[in-house]
């Protein structure tokens, strides 16, 4: 069977989960003010003179952003946008996450190594 192996860069990676923060902050900027004031995709529409579907592509995240339009948005929310560059913490620098284990003691110290993948198929003892 053949197998693919997708290469991200670091920084790549990080340019992906940095803008998806930022979507992440628009939607739940514009939530909280469509509860608060009822405030609409076509007033936002409306202020930044494009179609009520070009904002919506843009919340949805199938539309490109930029630093901008990521400004005008928070603007027309009655919001205002900040940005900061924090020290990043040392990582691993893997790409896949194992979570610690459930259950820590000395007598577990399994060196089985660990299988990623779809579970096996179980057979009932049912005839059919």
Do not use: Y
Request: charged fraction near 25%; avoid cysteine.
């Amino acid at each position: 069977m053949m197998s693919f192996q997708i290469m991200i860069s670091p920084s790549r990676r990080a340019a992906a989960r940095f803008i998806e923060r930022v979507r992440r902050e628009l939607q739940k900027a514009f939530a909280e003010e469509k509860a608060r004031t009822g405030l609409s995709q076509s007033e936002i529409a409306r202020v930044l003179n494009v179609h009520r579907s070009v904002v919506n592509r843009e919340l949805r995240g199938t539309k490109d952003l930029t630093l901008g339009r990521v400004a005008e948005l928070a603007h027309a929310m009655g919001r205002k946008a900040v940005f900061a560059l924090e020290t990043a913490p040392e990582r691993d620098r893997s790409n896949i996450n194992i979570p610690p284990p459930l259950f820590s003691s000395e007598a577990h110290t399994s060196s089985a190594p660990v299988q990623l993948g779809r579970p096996e198929p179980r057979i009932s003892s049912r005839a059919a």
